[in-house]
């Protein structure tokens, strides 16, 4: 059974950094276009960042380009999101996606909350 479990999110201040880690299980994770979206408060859905199965081919938000970084270990099967230079309008619940090129299978995440606030 397909599985992705987020940790690392919580309350930091303005200009400050967390690491989102996304860890996978249930299916092969090396296959598998991964992605990071976020929710605010009465807000859509929105993609933040992705990455290739292989890491070859990364896309970041607009608001987020310069600031967050994603990476993948497909050997641990976990992907992460660096992100810095925090801002409030980043808060929001962040969830985790697979995705397989071609097909409708995504998987998702439960999600992390994360707060930007002094």
């Known amino acids: 059974q397909a599985q992705l479990v987020e940790s690392g999110g919580g309350l930091v201040q303005p200009g400050g950094s967390l690491r989102l880690s996304c860890a996978a299980s249930?299916?092969?994770?090396?296959?598998?276009?991964m992605r990071w979206y976020r929710q605010a408060a009465a807000k859509e859905r929105e993609l933040v960042a992705s990455?290739?199965?292989?890491?070859?081919?990364?896309d970041y938000a607009d608001s987020v380009k310069g600031r967050f970084t994603i990476s993948r270990d497909n050997a641990k099967n976990i992907v992460y999101l660096q992100m810095n230079s925090l801002k409030p309008e980043d808060t929001a619940d962040y969830y985790c996606?697979?995705?397989?090129?071609?097909?409708?299978?995504?998987?998702w995440g439960q999600g992390t909350q994360v707060t930007v606030s002094s």
């Open positions: 249930g299916f092969t994770f090396s296959r598998s276009t």
């Open positions: 990455i290739s199965k292989f890491g070859g081919s990364i």
């Open positions: 996606n697979a995705w397989f090129v071609g097909t409708s299978i995504n998987y």
